[in-house]
C-alpha cells in the first residue's frame, strides 16, 4: 500500500465515492472506525458548506440556513469537489438549481445564484493594465474601423430579471419583504470590478448588444452596423463613441488593438 493509494482512497471516501480506505485502517481505544471516519466525512462537508455559504452569502440570507444546507447537501453530493482548491467547489450551483427538483421550482435561487458566482469570479479576475483614452485618441481616423478591444477579464454580461438585481440590492440590507409572485422577463445586466469593487449595474439593450460585440473580437465598425439595427444609421457612430468612452473610463477595456489600413 502506497501513501498516494491511501490519500486517494481517503479522499474518494470524504466525497462519498468509495469506502476502499476501510481496509486499510482500524479503530483506535477511544473511538471505533466508523466514528472516526464519521468526523473527517462531517468535517470536510461542513467546510465546503462554509465555503458555499461565504460565496453565495445572499442566496443563504434568502433561503435561510436550514435550507441552504439542504441546498448544499444535495449540490455536493451531486457536484463533490474535484480541485485542488476550494475557490471552485461552488462554481456548478447555479446550474444545479435551475436544473434540480424542488429548487428549480423558484427560479429566482438559480438566478441569484449566478449573480453571486459572476461577482466571486469579477474579484478574483486577474488584474491587468487597463486602457485609457489616449489609447484611441491617437488613432488614425481611417484606422477607427478596423479597431477592436479585450475587455477587462472581470467583464460579464448575465441575463437575470431586473427583479433578481432588486432582491440582491434588498438582500444587503435590512430582511426582505415578500418576494414578488411573478419576476419581470429577463434583461442584460454587468457585472465587473472597477479597482476592488465589483460593480453590478443593467445594460440598456443598444449597450448591450455593443458590449456583447465587443467581448466577441468585432470590429468597430461591425459594432456600429450593429447599433445602427438599434438607434439608426446616423445616431450609430456617435452612439458607438459615447459607449467606448464610458466603457473606458469605467475601467472595463484592458487593450485597444489597432489594425493599420492596408493603403495601395
Not at 474535484?82 to 434540480?100: D, I, N, Q
Not at 427560479?107 to 487597463?130: G, I, R, S
Not at 444609421?233 to 469605467?250: G, H
Amino acid at each position: 500500500m502506497t501513501l498516494a493509494r491511501l490519500q486517494n482512497d481517503f479522499a474518494d471516501f470524504l466525497r462519498d465515492r468509495s469506502d476502499a480506505v476501510r481496509s486499510h485502517l482500524r479503530g483506535g481505544p477511544h473511538a471505533d472506525l466508523d466514528t472516526m471516519l464519521g468526523i473527517y466525512r462531517n468535517a470536510y462537508t461542513l467546510r465546503l458548506t462554509g465555503i458555499l455559504r461565504s460565496d453565495y452569502s445572499r442566496l443563504n440570507k434568502l433561503a435561510g440556513d436550514e435550507t441552504f444546507n439542504r441546498i448544499a447537501a444535495a449540490y455536493l453530493a451531486a457536484h463533490p469537489s474535484t480541485f485542488f482548491s476550494v475557490r471552485w467547489v461552488g462554481a456548478a450551483l447555479p446550474g444545479f438549481l435551475a436544473a434540480t427538483e424542488p429548487w428549480r421550482r423558484n427560479p429566482e435561487l438559480a438566478q441569484l445564484a449566478q449573480l453571486e458566482w459572476a461577482q466571486v469570479m469579477a474579484f478574483d479576475a486577474t488584474d491587468k493594465p487597463l486602457a485609457v483614452r489616449d489609447d484611441v485618441a491617437t488613432v488614425a481616423p481611417d484606422d477607427w474601423p478596423g479597431l477592436s478591444f479585450v475587455p477587462h477579464a472581470s467583464v460579464q454580461v448575465l441575463s437575470i430579471s431586473p427583479d433578481i438585481h432588486a432582491l440582491w440590492q434588498a438582500l444587503g440590507g435590512e430582511p426582505i419583504g415578500a418576494r414578488p409572485a411573478r419576476f419581470a422577463a429577463d434583461a442584460p445586466h454587468l457585472v465587473w470590478r472597477l479597482g476592488l469593487d465589483v460593480k453590478l449595474r443593467p445594460l440598456e439593450t443598444d449597450e448591450a448588444v455593443a458590449l456583447e460585440a465587443a467581448i466577441a473580437g468585432e470590429s468597430y465598425a461591425a459594432i456600429c452596423e450593429r447599433l445602427a439595427g438599434q438607434v439608426g444609421d446616423e445616431r450609430a457612430a456617435m452612439r458607438a463613441a459615447e459607449l467606448l468612452a464610458r466603457w473606458i473610463d469605467n475601467g472595463m477595456i484592458g487593450r485597444v488593438n489597432v489594425t493599420p489600413t492596408q493603403s495601395g
